[in-house]
């Protein structure tokens, strides 16, 4: 599978200038931005979550992880859990399981942008396959994800 037609659609209306690129397969978001020799604080990750039975995408550097009580407080949300693969296999279906790219609002969720990424000129992110990126400003990704920022993700020891 390539580049979800979804997505290019959708950036192609937007017309935002962005780059496929082609890569071996990998699964892990660190292991995409290195196969790609891309600094993996400018990997953009996407984790879909379920708070209080309504679904969010969080998304941050590949570098980091989500610090689950930041981002519950955040969202003042009693329950903060991951979707199960089973359920996002239903929501994004244009996309091999694992490899979504960062625009919830493509699949009616909310955005939630760790401000971390903010900080890169350029992020890449995983364009709907396991061997296929997406390379754009990050400036654009933000104004077409129109995200809600917080900082709730926190750098994995290397």
Not at 59 to 77: F, N, Q, S, W
Not at 82 to 101: H, M, N, Q, R, S
Request: hydrophobic share 45%; glycine share 6%.
């Amino acid at each position: 599978m390539s580049v979800s037609q979804h997505i290019r659609e959708y950036l192609d209306s937007q017309h935002v200038n962005y780059e496929c690129v082609p890569h071996t397969q990998a699964y892990a978001a660190q292991e995409v931005a290195e196969t790609l020799h891309v600094p993996g604080r400018h990997f953009a990750k996407p984790i879909v979550l379920n708070a209080d039975g309504r679904m969010l995408m969080a998304v941050l550097p590949a570098t980091h992880r989500v610090d689950v009580h930041e981002l519950k407080d955040k969202l003042g949300a009693r329950e903060l859990e991951l979707v199960p693969e089973g359920e996002l296999a239903k929501i994004c279906t244009d996309c091999e399981l694992g490899a979504f790219p960062p625009f919830g609002h493509l699949y009616g969720m909310d955005l939630w942008v760790d401000k971390t990424l903010t900080e890169a000129e350029e992020i890449t992110f995983n364009a709907g396959s396991h061997t296929e990126a997406i390379r754009m400003k990050a400036a654009d990704f933000l104004r077409l994800a129109a995200p809600h920022f917080a900082r709730f993700a926190e750098r994995v020891a290397a």
